[in-house]
């Protein structure tokens, strides 16, 4: 069957550290999605893509970048991790248009904490 | 902006009792509504959506929800919960191409 997966898991990180999160979709999917979850704000977009070499800053990209050179992977890079990337990070996918709405498909999240 | 509300962070209700989760967007243009389900230490997963037509869609586990778009809402309701129905609920506004909003969660607590 088609998933979406997230490694690691879980990851305590420190300050100033470099932390990449890696998201790996099977659904052959076009476009991918990462978000993330804190409490009393709901999924918040940091990047998006619709395809290789795509990328798009969502609504809180500052201090994270992503690259996709392949269609199943996305990963996302904390340059400098900081106390307030502490969250849980979903990676999600959609297929492309004509469709006027695909449904996203969600990994499982990643919890990452940073002292 | 778009947005989208849920007056309700918390909703504790007994088992077999009925449950309304509300949801409230603010938008000038059409949207398409879904609401997701988070089970502990899971992803998202998409419970229903509006596109168009019918106002009362149903979906997965006896949900259903209404959409009114005169009081731009659309509530998530069950008549029977149960225990497995303890979850985070999300409702979610699609304005353009992809990019879904997301509010900020309802918890919802059957107890037995």
């Known amino acids: 069957d088609a998933e979406i997966t997230q490694s690691p898991r879980h990851k305590i990180t420190e300050t100033g550290r470099q932390v990449t999160l890696a998201c790996h979709q099977t659904?052959?999917?076009?476009?991918m999605f990462w978000y993330r979850q804190d409490l009393g704000h709901g999924l918040r977009l940091i990047h998006y893509?619709?395809?290789?070499?795509?990328?798009n800053k969502g609504e809180v990209s500052d201090g994270y970048s992503v690259s996709r050179s392949n269609t199943e992977d996305l990963p996302l890079t904390l340059e400098s991790a900081a106390s307030s990337q502490t969250s849980v990070y979903f990676c999600?996918?959609?297929?492309?248009?004509?469709?006027?709405?695909?449904?996203?498909?969600f990994g499982p999240g990643t919890r990452l904490t940073v002292l | 902006a778009q947005s989208v509300t849920q007056l309700d962070s918390q909703v504790p209700v007994f088992e077999e009792a009925p449950v309304e989760l509300r949801c409230n967007y603010s938008?000038?243009?059409?949207?398409?509504l879904f609401w997701y389900v988070q089970y502990p230490n899971q992803g998202l997963q998409l419970l229903l959506k509006?596109?168009?037509?019918?106002?009362l869609v149903k979906g997965i586990n006896g949900f259903e929800a209404e959409f009114n778009k005169s009081q731009t809402s659309f509530h998530l309701r069950k008549p029977s919960v149960h225990i497995s129905d303890t979850a985070e609920y999300f409702c979610?506004?699609?304005?353009?191409?992809?990019?879904?909003?997301f509010g900020p969660g309802t918890s919802l607590s059957v107890i037995p």
């Open positions: 999600a996918s959609s297929e492309a248009r004509p469709s006027s709405y695909n449904e996203q498909f």
């Open positions: 659904w052959n999917h076009n476009n």
């Open positions: 893509s619709y395809g290789v070499h795509d990328t």
């Open positions: 938008s000038s243009v059409s949207v398409y």
């Open positions: 509006y596109l168009s037509g019918s106002t």
């Open positions: 979610a506004v699609k304005t353009s191409y992809d990019k879904v909003i």
